[in-house]
């Protein structure tokens, strides 16, 4: 089936720090989503992606939808303590969603 | 305001025990369905429906079953438990097809 390449695995970063990740698909996809797992908790939804190019921001997150159509890409800036977690991009896939493996996040403070 | 609640949140179970996996959505979605989430696999595909008395099989199905009677409750079936599936199980519904999905708090599952 279908599989997104998420990376990195993981970070450990000092906290003030800039964050990056990225996700990669074989197939072209028409939306991107990002969601964040806290510890204990269900995933929610980040950021939504619906066009080429696109360029998104919530709060200091901001998202881009890859002009291939095949990637996206997560920034965090300024990262605080609470930015731990895990982070998933996912697409849909025929009516269905699929996911990244994750990047798990950790902070220093 | 709406939700998907799961219950119960940790189970612990006997290998070759029946267990059975709630899961209630009060946002009247259509589409509801269920995931395992365990270390370096992400969000791995069980089941899903698309309604009332439809069930269809994800990527890892074997060894579960779903039955949706009504729009609101989608419940997980491990007929016959097994020490692989232990695992902590996510559902999650969505207004349409490719939508973003809500999710629930999970339910982590121990089979000893």
């Known amino acids: 089936g279908q599989q997104l390449n998420q990376s990195p695995q993981s970070m450990f970063i000092q906290e003030g720090e800039d964050v990056s990740m990225n996700c990669t698909s074989s197939s072209i996809f028409n939306t991107w989503l990002w969601y964040k797992q806290d510890p204990g908790e269900g995933p929610v939804l980040l950021i939504a992606?619906?066009?080429?190019?696109e360029l998104t921001s919530n709060g200091r997150l901001t998202a881009q939808f890859g002009i291939t159509r095949k990637d996206s890409f997560l920034n965090i800036s300024a990262s605080i303590p609470s930015d731990v977690g895990i982070y998933f991009c996912?697409?849909?896939?025929?009516?269905?969603?699929?996911f990244g493996a994750g990047t798990i996040l950790r902070v220093k403070s | 305001d709406a939700e998907i609640t799961q219950s119960p949140r940790h189970k612990i179970t006997e290998t070759g025990r029946q267990v059975t996996l709630a899961c209630h959505q009060t946002?009247?979605?259509?589409?509801m369905f269920w995931y395992r989430q365990d270390l370096g696999h992400g969000l791995r595909l069980l089941h899903y429906s698309y309604g009332v008395q439809d069930t269809n099989k994800g990527e890892v199905s074997d060894g579960y079953s779903v039955s949706r009677s009504n729009t609101e409750d989608l419940p997980l079936t491990l007929e016959s438990a097994a020490s692989s599936q232990t695992s902590v199980y996510f559902c999650?519904?969505?207004?349409?097809?490719?939508?973003?999905?809500?999710f629930g708090n999970g339910t982590r599952l121990t089979v000893t």
């Open positions: 946002w009247n979605h259509n589409n």
């Open positions: 996912a697409g849909p896939y025929g009516n269905k969603l699929v």
């Open positions: 992606l619906y066009k080429a190019g």
């Open positions: 999650a519904s969505s207004e349409g097809a490719g939508s973003p999905l809500h």
